[in-house]
């Protein structure tokens, strides 16, 4: 064995279930937080989706709410995960729903109800108000490209009417918010370019990167370089998807190195390779993660990933995805660290102030953001009698 298997061997023992002090209820809803990996589409409520389907008039196989209640993604191809780090379950969860809808179809099935700048204004809106609930201060949010039926907004249309409901939720919630770009991954580099193109030309106070997004399986990161590296000229920021569907460490060391990721959106399978847990352990790289996957069959392997990834001392966060669709939030993702992923108070904390670090705010404004969390934090321990 070298010692590099030694590192992460060992340590990938980290039991699940709940701290051995487990910080109260009444601290962590009160916990301010960062959610910086969102996806609009993926927050519309069962409700909204209901209204706004049959206001459409949607061919669906079954009623909106029945499609909600059964979103279930299957895994893409069993066969590449045999031998993983962390066994990867095999065949269907308990209780999988017999019929079942994918994300991305129910995705689909989202964008064709929205209609105009007003709807998108709405789930941008609504998005605030359900991170709002779990105690988000601040929300990034990666949006998709903008549909034919609804190109006549053009990006700088469509990027006003999120805007809106993102000024919005600034006067009611007090919130601040970005949007990501997303870069479908399913699509050539050509269009990719060509998405970032169209940001760099398109400017907007509240479009703060992008993202490359869809599933891993589906295109690598290298093919994204020209388009990362318009995006870098333009100073936006950069995250990508990665290490979440491929078993290959490598590709979040592209997409550090290549792409010029400033942050990671998953990275489980770093844990293949040990080199690579270290390298991003030194390197401080932040990961944004979500123990919730509409990928039910696979919830208990992203919980034992986030274990070993917080024994192995990687920087998390954690994140929401696609809330309205799971469904989760970010206060039950906090919830599910302290109470699975055995998360102390010190780093339930860190985690949070992790969140401030690796946003796309401006610097003064992270800053800011930054102090107002250590204040609120230390009052609250105060409160509780936390250390
Ligand atoms: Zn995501």
Redesign the pocket.
Same mark, same amino acid.
């Given at each position: 064995m070298t010692g590099a298997e030694a590192t992460l061997q060992s340590p990938i023992a980290r039991p699940e279930g709940p701290a051995a002090d487990p910080v109260p209820d009444a601290w962590l809803a009160a916990l301010p937080k960062v959610d910086l !990996?969102c !996806?609009l589409i993926g927050t519309v409520r069962a409700s909204t989706f209901a209204e706004l389907a049959r206001r459409e008039k949607l061919d669906l196989p079954d009623e909106p709410e029945a499609i909600w209640r059964d979103i279930n993604s299957l895994p893409p191809d069993p066969g590449l995960y045999a031998d993983t780090a962390i066994p990867v379950p095999q065949g269907r969860a308990p209780g999988e729903p017999d019929v079942s809808y994918s994300l991305f179809q129910a995705s689909k099935w989202v964008v064709e109800s929205l209609r105009s700048a007003d709807d998108l204004t709405r789930i941008v809106y609504e998005a605030f108000e359900g991170a709002h609930a779990s105690g988000t201060r601040h929300l990034e949010l990666?949006f998709d490209d903008v549909p034919a039926h609804l190109s006549h907004l053009g990006l700088a249309g469509a990027m006003e009417a999120y805007a809106e409901g993102i000024r919005q939720a600034e006067r009611d919630f007090g919130m601040t918010g970005r949007m990501i770009k997303g870069i479908d991954r399913s699509l050539s580099g050509e269009h990719a370019l060509e998405q970032v193109r169209q940001v760099v030309d398109t400017p907007h106070e509240y479009l703060a990167g992008i993202g490359l997004?869809n599933l891993e399986t589906a295109g690598p990161p290298e093919r994204f370089v020209d388009a990362y590296r318009l995006a870098g000229e333009a100073g936006l920021g950069r995250t990508a !998807?990665s290490s979440e569907h491929v078993p290959s460490a490598q590709n979040t060391i592209t997409c550090l190195d290549e792409l010029g990721c400033d942050r990671i *959106?998953?990275g489980y399978y770093v844990l293949e390779d040990p080199r690579v847990v270290d390298e991003v352990r030194e390197r401080g790289v932040v990961f944004t993660v979500?123990s919730t996957t509409s990928r039910r069959s696979w919830r208990p392997w992203r919980r034992a990933s986030i274990r070993a990834m917080l024994a192995q001392g990687l920087a998390l966060t954690p994140c929401s *995805?696609?809330p309205g669709m799971f469904p989760t939030s970010l206060a039950n993702e906090y919830a599910i660290m302290r109470d699975q992923n055995g998360s102390s108070h010190a780093e339930l904390t860190a985690m949070a102030l992790r969140g401030v670090d690796a946003s796309w705010l401006p610097a003064s404004e992270r800053a800011a953001l930054r102090s107002s969390f250590e204040a609120e934090i230390a009052r609250l321990d105060a409160e509780h009698s936390l250390a």
């Open positions: !990996h !996806h990666f997004d !998807h *959106d998953h979500g *995805d696609d």
